[in-house]
């Protein structure tokens, strides 16, 4: 994906193998925010991509939703700079 191309809650969930629910889901939970484009619809980044892969990979190696803010919160936590 260009770094300034951004995808649809749909195209994500095709990419992953989730439903749009299931995304929805985790942006509801707080473990996704992704931007929102003129009309309101959601603009998923690369990172946005990136991020709902780890989802949900811990969501299949029997992670739950509180746990998975966790390890993101600490990842994001980590990646800011002090």
């Known amino acids: 994906m260009a ?3 951004a ?3 749909g195209a994500v969930a095709r990419a992953v193998g989730l439903s749009v ?3 929805r889901y985790y942006e509801t939970e707080g473990l996704l925010s992704p931007q929102r484009d003129q ?7 690369q ?4 991020a709902v892969k780890v989802i949900t990979a811990l969501r299949q190696a029997g992670f739950g939703i509180r746990d998975i803010e966790q ?4 990842k994001r936590a980590e990646d800011t700079p002090e």
Do not use: K, M, N
């Open 71 to 74: 390890v993101i919160g600490a």
């Open 47 to 50: 990172v946005d991509l990136d």
């Open 21 to 23: 629910e299931a995304v």
């Open 7 to 9: 995808l649809s809650i």
């Open 3 to 5: 770094p300034d191309q």
């Open 39 to 45: 009309s309101g619809h959601r603009r998923y980044t």
